[in-house]
């Protein structure tokens, strides 16, 4: 199916979906809740077919989740007001499977309220996806790499992570609508620069993932002195390419083997376990990956810890992606 065609099939099918599933929580929510929310307001958008949610239609999983209220997840998430751990997480969600695709966002809202980080880098999102999760998770700011197709994400937990400004940088080549998205945010008057990028995909797309891997260090290695940088996504790299590439630059470490390389959170794509795609062969791959290149000037930023999540499945019988997403946090 060509990109037109995909573009299509989601404005038709996708936001019905989702639309179904909202009007199902209308039915379900409380007589209480239902006189507070109001009408919804009226959008905005340069695209009306495009339906938006108003702030006061909000449920917000970030602060409803028993999970992140307790005294027992605020510890093991480390994401107290207080705490000036960053913690983050990077998940290719696989928006363009359309299979229980509600659930599985659904699936991805829980794995945010139970640690709740600070930044979030995700892929494979589709306009629908994203306008669940902005419905959900409130307290985020949202920062888009697209508004059509499948793009990339990010977002930033407004108590904690402050925005400055955004780009888009092109992939020129890409046959597969990819590009980097980056910002520049504080984190308790730390700057950061963050970074999430899908890399062309598919063994035969090498040259093209090295190309783009080339202007992703390229970005790395021009930030200011002062800032750290955290890149994260799905690269779909193989380890030949980086080498290929002439490795890492002086500076910027792969943070999973920067801790250790763990073998439990070794592959991120992985038909072993994972069944969402119900292909008969196995692979495991670690094509989700972070680099770290801290600031030489100031606070130091360091890799701490780091797991995979989404490894439950769901009640639909699948998990929320055929990729896991990546747990990590840093310490200054």
Wanted: aromatic letters at 8%; charged letters at 25%; one cysteine or more.
């Amino acid at each position: 199916m060509g990109y037109g065609a995909l573009n299509s099939f989601f404005e038709a099918h996708m936001e019905s979906v989702f639309d179904l599933e909202d009007t199902e929580e209308r039915k379900n929510r409380p007589l209480s809740k239902r006189k507070d929310a109001g009408p919804p307001e009226k959008a905005h958008s340069p695209e009306p077919k495009r339906r938006m949610i108003s702030e006061t239609d909000c449920i917000d999983l970030t602060e409803d989740e028993p999970a992140c209220t307790s005294s027992t997840g605020s510890k093991a998430t480390g994401t107290d007001e207080g705490d000036h751990k960053l913690s983050l997480v990077s998940w290719n969600v696989d928006g363009l499977d359309t299979l229980s695709i509600v659930e599985r966002a659904r699936g991805l809202c829980s794995y945010l309220a139970l640690y709740t980080p600070d930044v979030v880098f995700l892929q494979e999102l589709v306009p629908s996806y994203i306008q669940y999760l902005k419905k959900r998770a409130v307290s985020y700011l949202f920062v888009e790499g697209n508004e059509d197709g499948y793009f990339t994400g990010l977002m930033l937990k407004k108590s904690r992570v402050k925005l400055h400004k955004s780009e888009i940088v092109s992939y020129p080549t890409t046959q597969m609508m990819r590009n980097l998205l980056c910002a520049q945010v504080t984190f308790f008057g730390q700057e950061l620069y963050l970074m999430t990028s899908h890399l062309e995909s598919c063994k035969d797309q090498a040259a093209e993932r090295m190309k783009q891997l080339k202007v992703v260090l390229q970005k790395m290695k021009e930030a200011p002195d002062n800032m750290t940088v955290i890149f994260g996504g799905d690269t779909n790299l193989r380890d030949p390419e980086v080498a290929k590439v002439g490795g890492l630059p002086s500076g910027v470490t792969d943070v999973w083997e920067e801790l250790g390389k763990p073998e439990h959170c070794r592959f991120t794509w992985d038909t072993k376990i994972n069944s969402n795609k119900g292909v008969s062969y196995v692979s495991r791959c670690r094509f989700d990956r972070l680099y770290l290149r801290p600031a030489t000037t100031g606070p130091k930023m360091t890799p701490e810890h780091m797991a995979l999540i989404g490894m439950e499945k769901l009640d639909c019988g699948r998990y929320t992606s055929d990729h896991w997403g990546i747990y990590c946090t840093f310490t200054t």
